[in-house]
């Protein structure tokens, strides 16, 4: 059984399709990455996931349980951290946590001890009684992802987790992540707009454009998937006469540029250059000082799925921009 | 009912940490009491009445005698005499005067002859306040300017004995419920319109809508807390509201604890209300837009301000489905007669159903999707 099954999964707002018939499963301890450009559905389709959008057609189950008829059980075993910050400022780590353990109706013997773990296992646990509106966004993230967590999901959704972190707290959300999926074998969906991370933390991407599937596979397999674009560096102690022209002939080559001893050789096919590369250095008795081979990353991948062009399409305005809301906290 | 008290504790653990809210929503009432209250209750005092004597007779002599009286005791106004009536009513015209009074030529020779005497008073009726008030002095005078020296023992004049029931009430009392009621719904508009919408748009209902809490759930946890903070902000104004205003035994117990009643049935109506107005609002520009208009739509049909029985018949129609026209007249009931709850019990009843039905509709309006 999977974990989530979805069956030609389809929202319409009025004309226009956001998620259309869309088909794929998530098994079970799978970290299941969604990209898309913006308005590409990914929202939605999480939305329609985590109960709070209901589906114009199509199936949905999460754990085994239909999204629209089964809808409690659903959300029992899910843990959902939305796009927005939604801790609340005024009030510190440990209470954010206690009003959803409550929430969750966990007696309090257990709300204690779960909240006391989580709040460790995301290195919070000496900031616990320290309101929210004091914390970085990494740390308010930590504390929201231990939040998800405080019913023991068994399937865990993100919508972009990482967005708005400086390097260092991603890094942190990464490898938090990745320790609370083993430990609590969980099976993760998440969306992301960082190529590198959907790279380094997900089993299986789905890039999804236009609320369709236009590519499902792992990372690996989607990159070796385009007609690839590598990128040869390499230094040589001592080179002979034309080396450049020489460089330039071998198989695949499309361009290359040298400042003095160092070439950057743009290939069609990485490894038949790189051996052939090797071969020549070898009978024309150059010394090769450095050699590095760069392969297509997951922004290659992408825009080859979704296109070059920018897509600038208008979206409902958000009560966010509203410049009436009142300023609470650090925000 | 846990998942309830989560909503609530929630709430009222952000209302302690920032109760500057709830300050702003005493504090506003506060300051209309204080000031509407004296602005209209006082007694008005010094009008300037012009008098023109052409007469020049004794009974003209009298009046002004009792004119001179007037100024001394009562004072509400001070006579100033012309010689000119076209000087006076100038004067009226330019403001400096009130009134003019006119004594005319031959008013002396009427009087004796018993031939209908009159005397005029032009006033600035632009001021409705000052004219009726100088109008009221000058009636009251002049059934003492007709009496004859001697009274027969027995008349056949039907007279109207006033017994008053309750004490002298000032204005500053007379709008002490209004004002009660006033700080609850400012409090409830904050917590429960204010507070509410802009916590949808930051997504903190999203973190709600995830978990297996119900609907009605959500409202019940929802009007529960926006209650509790209305009523604490009413109940301040119950208690510092009565000292302001100078209610006799402010701090009676038992009448505290009727008055604590009725401020919770209030709260209820007034929060419940608000999140059905709000139910399905997704902008925070809404409920600040909307404030000033909800609040003198249901303010002043209420009677807490002047009697409804002077309303256009549209306006008696607001005020009969108004939960503050039941909240005003229980408090009413309260703080200036100090009834028992039998007097307030139609009151209280209109409140605690017109909340079921208000929490109902926003329950079945409620959307438990985004």
Redesign the interface.
């Known amino acids: 059984m999977f974990d989530i099954e979805v069956e030609n999964l389809t929202k319409r707002f009025g004309d226009f399709v956001a998620v259309d018939a869309l088909n794929f499963s998530v098994e079970h301890g799978e970290v299941f990455g969604l990209l898309g450009p913006n308005g590409a559905g990914k929202s939605t389709l999480i939305?329609m996931l985590?109960?709070?959008?209901?589906p114009t057609s199509g199936t949905a189950r999460v754990n085994g349980f239909d999204v629209i008829r089964e809808e409690?059980a659903v959300?029992?075993s899910?843990g959902?951290i939305?796009?927005?910050?939604?801790s609340?400022l005024?009030?510190t780590a440990i209470?954010n946590m206690s009003?959803?353990a409550?929430?969750?109706?966990i007696p309090r013997e257990k709300r204690l001890r779960t909240i006391k773990t989580l709040l460790k296992e995301v290195d919070l646990e000496q900031w616990a009684d320290k309101?929210v509106k004091m914390f970085s966004g990494g740390m308010r993230r930590r504390l929201e992802i231990a939040r998800g967590l405080v019913h023991e999901p068994k399937i865990f959704f993100l919508d972009e987790p990482t967005t708005g972190l400086d390097p260092v707290s991603r890094v942190a959300v990464w490898e938090m992540l990745v320790r609370l999926k083993s430990e609590r074998d969980l099976t993760i969906l998440m969306t992301t707009h960082y190529m590198d991370e959907a790279d380094k933390l997900c089993d299986r991407i789905a890039i999804v454009d236009h609320g369709k599937l236009v590519a499902l596979d792992s990372p690996l397999k989607l990159k070796a998937s385009i007609p690839g674009r590598n990128i040869l560096e390499v230094s040589f102690t001592s080179m002979p006469q034309n080396w450049l022209e020489t460089l330039k002939n071998l198989p695949d080559v499309a361009e290359v540029k040298a400042d003095e001893n160092i070439f950057r050789i743009s290939s069609h096919n990485g490894p038949r250059t790189t051996v052939a590369l090797m071969e020549a250095a070898r009978g024309a008795n150059a010394t090769v000082a450095s050699l590095s081979v760069q392969s297509t990353t997951l922004d290659d991948v992408f825009v080859h799925y979704t296109g070059h062009q920018l897509r600038d399409t208008l979206q409902a305005p958000?009560?966010?921009d509203?410049p009436?809301?009142?300023k609470?906290g650090g925000m | 009912m846990h998942r309830v008290w989560a909503i609530i504790e929630r709430d009222l653990r952000r209302f302690r940490r920032s109760p500057v809210l709830v300050i702003v929503s005493i504090i506003m009432p506060m300051v209309q009491l204080v000031v509407l209250g004296y602005a209209f209750g006082g007694v008005i005092r010094n009008l300037k009445l012009g008098v023109v004597d052409e007469d020049h007779g004794v009974p003209a002599i009298k009046l002004k005698e009792m004119f001179q009286a007037v100024a001394a005791n009562a004072r509400t106004f001070a006579p100033l005499y012309y010689t000119d009536k076209g000087t006076a009513m100038r004067d009226l015209r330019n403001g400096t005067l009130n009134g003019v009074l006119d004594i005319p030529p031959l008013f002396s020779r009427k009087v004796l002859a018993g031939a209908t005497p009159r005397i005029a008073l032009a006033e600035d009726n632009t001021d409705q306040f000052s004219s009726s008030a100088l109008e009221g002095v000058i009636d009251q005078m002049l059934p003492a300017f007709n009496s004859a020296p001697v009274q027969p023992r027995m008349t056949a004049d039907a007279t109207l004995a006033v017994v008053e029931v309750y004490p002298y009430v000032p204005y500053i009392q007379y709008l002490l419920p209004g004002v009660i009621v006033l700080a609850i719904f400012v409090s409830a508009m904050i917590g429960g319109g204010i507070i509410f919408i802009d916590d949808k748009a930051r997504g903190l209902h999203e973190g709600y809508l995830v978990t297996p809490i119900r609907k009605f759930e959500l409202i019940l946890g929802f009007t529960l807390s926006g209650a509790a903070k209305a009523i604490i902000a009413g109940f301040v104004l119950v208690t510092l509201g009565s000292i302001i205003a100078g209610i006799p035994d402010p701090l009676n117990i038992v009448r505290l604890a009727k008055m604590l009643l009725l401020v919770v049935a209030t709260s209820l109506a007034l929060i419940s209300m608000m999140f059905l107005i709000m139910v399905r609002v997704s902008d925070p520009l809404v409920p600040r837009a909307i404030f000033g208009m909800l609040n003198t739509v249901l303010y002043f049909p209420s009677g807490a301000v002047y009697p409804q029985q002077s309303f256009p018949g549209w306006m008696k129609a607001i005020a009969v489905v108004d939960p503050f026209t039941y909240a005003v007249h229980g408090f009413k009931q309260l703080v200036l007669k100090n009834t028992g709850l039998m007097a307030i019990s139609g009151d209280l009843l209109f409140l605690f159903v017109f909340t079921a039905l208000a929490m109902t509709a926003a329950t079945l309006l409620f959307r438990r999707t985004l």
Request: proline letters at 9%.
């Open positions: 939305r985590t109960t709070l959008v209901p409690n959300r029992q899910i959902v939305p796009q927005a910050m939604t609340d005024d009030l209470e009003i959803f409550k929430l969750y109706g309101p958000s009560a966010l509203s009436f809301m009142m609470r």
